[in-house]
């Protein structure tokens, strides 16, 4: 069984500039997530879907955030403008509903210049 | 405010010997506890879990002790193994919300052989 598959691996880029970010959950699981994590921190979540609806983004800064998961499989986190705090691993992860076990991509490191 | 928290940075045992990582958390609202495990350029995978109803699981070389009056818990690794090298994060999920994890710092871990 495939995992969760994100793309790209890492991301430079200058500041300002627009970024975007792929993931492909594991077949079957209608719960995808974004989280973001910071160098020596845990993951935060960002932004929660169940099936092809936004449940959670209370945490996603919306100004410069967005996200997509019009399907409901794959989904696409965008940045516009990024900004040079924004340097992070954006790790996307999925689950079947109703289940406490997340099953995380390897993540996307994104640095901004 | 840091709902969960691993107040260790990181831990260093000989091979062969006992690792015990430690997490707090404030919340008394959260009803299943996680550990997860990450290799340098991995994203994290599930390693044992625990539900607030009930005070330990084993697997394995890997214990979870869940000590709910004092809002800790702790993953126990015996023996521990060279392999076992990584970032263990503690991950607690709220109740009544069936998808959203909140994650600890992360504790490295280095087993000398």
């Known amino acids: 069984e495939a995992g969760v598959v994100q793309s790209p691996r890492y991301k430079i880029i200058e500041k300002k500039q627009p970024v975007a970010f792929w993931c492909n959950p594991i077949?079957?699981?209608?719960?995808l997530y974004w989280y973001l994590q910071n160098l020596g921190q845990g993951p935060e979540l960002l932004i929660r879907?169940?099936?092809?609806?936004?449940?959670?983004d209370s945490q996603l800064p919306k100004d410069r955030f967005s996200a997509e998961r019009l399907k409901g499989v794959d989904s696409t986190l965008k940045i516009q403008p990024a900004e040079l705090g924004d340097s992070a691993v954006y790790l996307c992860?999925?689950?079947?509903?109703?289940?406490?076990?997340?099953?995380f991509g390897e993540g996307s490191r994104l640095t901004v210049l | 405010d840091q709902q969960v928290k691993q107040n260790s940075p990181s831990l260093s045992v000989q091979e062969g010997r006992i690792s015990i990582l430690n997490c707090d958390y404030t919340?008394?609202?959260?009803?299943?506890f996680l550990w997860y495990k990450k290799y340098p350029a991995e994203g994290p995978t599930f390693l044992i879990s625990?539900?607030?109803?009930?005070d330990k699981n084993e697997d394995g070389r890997f214990t979870v002790f869940l000590n709910k009056s004092a809002k800790h818990l702790s993953l126990h690794i015996v023996p521990s193994q060279p392999g076992d090298s990584a970032v263990y994060f503690c991950?607690?999920?709220?109740?009544?919300?069936?998808?959203?994890?909140?994650f600890g710092q992360g504790t490295t871990l280095q087993v000398k052989p």
């Open positions: 879907y169940e099936n092809e609806e936004a449940v959670d």
């Open positions: 919340n008394s609202m959260f009803d299943y």
């Open positions: 992860a999925s689950s079947q509903q109703n289940t406490g076990e997340l099953f």
């Open positions: 077949s079957g699981h209608n719960t």
């Open positions: 991950a607690a999920r709220p109740s009544g919300n069936t998808g959203k994890l909140i």
């Open positions: 625990i539900s607030s109803i009930k």
